[in-house]
C-alpha cells in the first residue's frame, strides 16, 4: 500500500486570510479586545467626570470670586475722578474674610502690583515657599531674596508667565478661569476677575482653589475598579484561551504522539469533538483520519492473512505432487500428477497476479486525478474486446443516448467493466445455453448513472449475494471445468471491483434475474456513480 504525504492546497508563501466565520476567532478577539474595552470605557467615563468636576468647581470658585470683587470694590475703593484700591482696607478685608486654607486670594492694584496675599495675611503654617511678586517694567518678577542663586527653575517660569498672562486679561475687564500651574510644579484652579468702581477697573482679585490634584487622586482612585476589571478580563482572557486552545492541541498532539509510537490505533477525544468551533472540526478530522488508518491497517492484516491461505492451498498441492511424483511408476498416473502440477502452478501465478493488482490499487486510485469519464464509451471499446464464439457467450451494450459521463479514473473503472464482464461470460458459459448472451446497459437515474451486467448463467445463491464480494470468495457450480474450474479464478475480481466503486462514491450490489413464475435464470450487477456535475439533471 503507498502512503502519500497530504499537502496544503494554498499557494506558496504567506497569504493573510480572514473570515467571520471563525467561532474560535472570534472568540478570541472578543476576549483580547475585552480587557481593552474596559480600560477605554472607564477612561472616557472618567474624563468626562473630572472635566464636570472641574467646571463645577470652577463656577463654584468663580461665583465666589465674583462676591469677594463685589465686596471688595465696596469696601476699599478710594479716591475721585480716579478710584484706586486702599492697600490697607483690602488686607483688613483678606483678614476678616478668613479664606479656606485650601484657596489662596490674591489682589492685584490696577498697575499688576500685588496689593495683598491671603496666604501671608493670614496667621497660617505655609507648606511651601512661594515667591512675592512686584511688577518691574510691566512684567512680574521674583524678588532676588525669595530664591538662592540657581533656585529658579522651569516650573517657577512657568507659573510666573500663567499667572501675569491671566492678571493680564483681568485687567482689560475680561474673566479669566481654568487650571494653572503652581510655583512647586502641581496645579490648581485658578479664577482671575477685575474688580471695577463702575466700570473702571481697580484691580484683579485671584481665587485660587488647590484641589486639581484631589481630584485627579479621585480619578486615578475612580479608574482602579476599571483597571482591576481589566485585569480580571485579561486574566480571564489567558484562561480561557488556555482552557479552550492550549489544552485542547496539548491533548491533540500527545494523542497522535500516541499513534505515532503505536500506543494507540487511532485518536478518540470525544470531549473537544463535540465543540462547534475549528478545534472540533479539526479533532474530528483526526479522529476520521486515524480511524480510517486504522481500518486500513487491519484489511492490510487480513488481506496478509488471506494471502498466506490462499497461497499455502496450492503449494501444498504442488509439494505433494512432487513429493508423489518419483513414488509413481505408472505413465497416466503421472501425467495426472504433472496436470495437477501444472495446473497449481497456473493457479498460484493467476494468485499471485490477482494479488499485486489489488495491493497496488489503493496507490492508483489516490495518485490519479480524477476527471470526467464518459462511461458508455469506455464500455463500448471494451465490449468491442470480446468476440462471440462457439463456447463463448456475446456480449451486448445498450447505452440510450447519452453521454454518462463520471468523475473518476478511467483505468480503475475499465477494470470494473471487465471484472464484472468476465465473471459473467464465465458462468453463462457453463451453463451451455443456446443464444445465452451477457447484457450491458446503461441508464440515468437524476444525478447518477446506473450500470446493469446481467448474464443467463446459473444465478447466485441467497445466502451469497452478499458474500461474492469477499475476497477470495469464489463458488463454481461442480461441474465446471478448465480455465473456471477449481483453481480457475482468483475470487479477487468482485472485491476489486467494489472497492474501486466505493473510491468513486459508488454503490454495486449483486442480485438474481427470476421468471414470472419465480425461477432463477441469471445474475444481475447493478452500480449507481454519482454523474459529472455539468450533467447532473
Known amino acids: 500500500m503507498a502512503i502519500d504525504t497530504a499537502k496544503s492546497e494554498a499557494k506558496p508563501g504567506f497569504k493573510f486570510r480572514w473570515t467571520w466565520g471563525s467561532r474560535l476567532g472570534r472568540t ?16 472616557l467615563i472618567l ?35 480716579e478710584p484706586i484700591l486702599d492697600a490697607e482696607a483690602v488686607r483688613r478685608f483678606i483678614f476678616v474674610a478668613q479664606v479656606p486654607e485650601t484657596q489662596r486670594l490674591r489682589i492685584f492694584d490696577g498697575q499688576g502690583n500685588l496689593i495683598a496675599d491671603s496666604f501671608n495675611v493670614v496667621d497660617r503654617i505655609e507648606r511651601r515657599d512661594l515667591p512675592r511678586l512686584r511688577r518691574a517694567g510691566g512684567i512680574f518678577k521674583l524678588h532676588a531674596e525669595d530664591f538662592e542663586s540657581g533656585r529658579e527653575t522651569r516650573d517657577t517660569r512657568r507659573a510666573l508667565a500663567a499667572l501675569e498672562a491671566e492678571t493680564k486679561l483681568a485687567l482689560k475687564g475680561e474673566l479669566a478661569m481654568g487650571p494653572r500651574p503652581t510655583f512647586g510644579g502641581d496645579r490648581v484652579l485658578s479664577v482671575s476677575v477685575p474688580i471695577k468702581h463702575v466700570t473702571a477697573v481697580t484691580g484683579v482679585l485671584t481665587l485660587e482653589a488647590g484641589d486639581v490634584d484631589e481630584i485627579i487622586q479621585r480619578e486615578r482612585a475612580a479608574l482602579a475598579p476599571f483597571v482591576a476589571l481589566a485585569v480580571l478580563a485579561t486574566f480571564a482572557s489567558s484562561v480561557l484561551l488556555n482552557f479552550l486552545v492550549a489544552d485542547p492541541v496539548r491533548r491533540l498532539s500527545r494523542a497522535a504522539d500516541k499513534v505515532r509510537m503505536s500506543q494507540a490505533r487511532a485518536i478518540s477525544l470525544p470531549e473537544i469533538a463535540r465543540r ?12 476520521t483520519m486515524t480511524h480510517t488508518l486504522s481500518e486500513r491497517m487491519d484489511a492490510i492484516e487480513r ?20 513429493e508423489t511424483l518419483d513414488l509413481v511408476k505408472d505413465p ?26 489489488a495491493s497496488r490499487l489503493d496507490a492508483e486510485l489516490s495518485r490519479d486525478t480524477p476527471r470526467p469519464v464518459e462511461l458508455d464509451k469506455l464500455a463500448a471499446d471494451i465490449v468491442g474486446l470480446y468476440p462471440a464464439g462457439p463456447k463463448a457467450p456475446r456480449v451486448v451494450l445498450d447505452a440510450p443516448a447519452g453521454p454518462y459521463a463520471v468523475l473518476g479514473r478511467e483505468g480503475p473503472l475499465a477494470q470494473v467493466l471487465r471484472n464484472l464482464i468476465d465473471n459473467a461470460r464465465s458462468f453463462t458459459a457453463e451453463t451451455g445455453k443456446k443464444g445465452a448472451s451477457v447484457r450491458v446497459a446503461f441508464a440515468r437515474q437524476k444525478s447518477d448513472v446506473l450500470i446493469t451486467v446481467e448474464d443467463d448463467g446459473p444465478g447466485i445463491p441467497e445466502e451469497n449475494l452478499e458474500t461474492v464480494f469477499e475476497r477470495f470468495y469464489t463458488s463454481r457450480p461442480k461441474s465446471a ?8 479464478n482468483s475470487g479477487l475480481g468482485l472485491s476489486i471491483a467494489r472497492q474501486i466503486i466505493q473510491a468513486h462514491n459508488g454503490r454495486v450490489w449483486a442480485e438474481n434475474r427470476r421468471t414470472p413464475s419465480g425461477g432463477i435464470e441469471g445474475a444481475r450487477f447493478t452500480i449507481i456513480l454519482p454523474a459529472a456535475p455539468e450533467l447532473k439533471l
Open 303 to 322: 488481506f496478509a492473512a488471506d494471502v498466506a491461505h490462499e497461497i499455502r492451498n496450492p503449494l501444498t498441492s504442488i509439494r505433494s505432487a512432487v
Open 481 to 488: 471445468s478448465g480455465v473456471h474450474g477449481f483453481g480457475g
Open 332 to 357: 497416466k498416473a503421472r501425467e495426472k500428477l504433472m496436470g495437477i502440477l501444472r495446473q497449481d502452478v497456473g493457479r498460484l501465478d493467476r494468485l499471485i497476479t490477482d494479488i499485486s493488482n
Open 276 to 287: 462547534d468551533d475549528e478545534l472540533g472540526d479539526l479533532a474530528r478530522s483526526l479522529e
Open 47 to 81: 474624563n468626562e467626570t473630572r472635566r464636570a468636576l472641574v467646571n463645577s468647581n470652577l463656577e463654584a470658585l468663580t461665583a465666589e470670586a465674583d462676591t469677594f470683587g463685589y465686596l471688595i470694590a465696596r469696601a476699599a475703593t478710594m479716591g475721585e475722578p
Open 28 to 43: 478570541i478577539i472578543a476576549l483580547n479586545v475585552a480587557g481593552l474595552l474596559v480600560l477605554v470605557t472607564g477612561a
